[in-house]
């Protein structure tokens, strides 16, 4: 790494009763997320550390996809990620991310999917967040595009 922070995130958690944790944004936009640990430490009221780091990696991947499509004016009728954290003891004995399997799921014309190759190269080196968690374990990206037909255009 060079060192160089041309953009620093910053957020603030504090502890909101048993493992319950309120996350503060600090540029003020976005209102107060609370997560929680599920059952049996936590009660479940809000998301976990998994499925925020799931969430985390899911919304870079499509937003990567996403811009890279529409610099190729290519735009998806629609646009999800299923994404699956995997987990598995260490030698120790400790709960580990072991990897991550994601599905991007683009809903788009035959003409748009047959156009997208050069896209599907690229996006997944631009995401931010599943790039740099890739360095500590494996997150394996698929896509399986459901394909629609293109609507026609009507006369006015």
């Known amino acids: 790494m060079s060192g160089d922070h041309t953009l620093d995130t910053r957020v603030r958690v504090t502890r909101d009763g048993d493992y319950r944790f309120r996350v503060r944004f600090h540029h003020g936009r976005i209102p107060d997320l609370f997560t929680d640990e599920p059952p049996p430490l936590g009660g479940g009221q809000g998301p976990g550390s998994q499925e925020l780091l799931a969430a985390a990696i899911g919304s870079c991947l499509c937003s990567s996809l996403l811009f890279c499509m ?39 014309t035959g003409e748009v999917r047959e156009k997208m190759a050069r896209c599907l190269e690229l996006f997944q080196s631009f995401c ?13 990206v698929s896509w399986a595009p459901r394909e629609i037909a293109a609507t026609p255009a009507i006369d006015e």
């Open 70 to 108: 529409q610099k190729a004016r290519l735009e998806p009728r629609d646009l999800a990620a299923d994404v699956v954290v995997s987990t598995a003891r260490n030698a120790q004995g400790r709960l580990r991310i072991e990897r991550v399997d994601v599905e991007l799921v683009p809903t788009v």
């Open 128 to 140: 931010i967040v599943a790039e740099s968690v890739q360095q500590g374990f494996p997150v394996h």
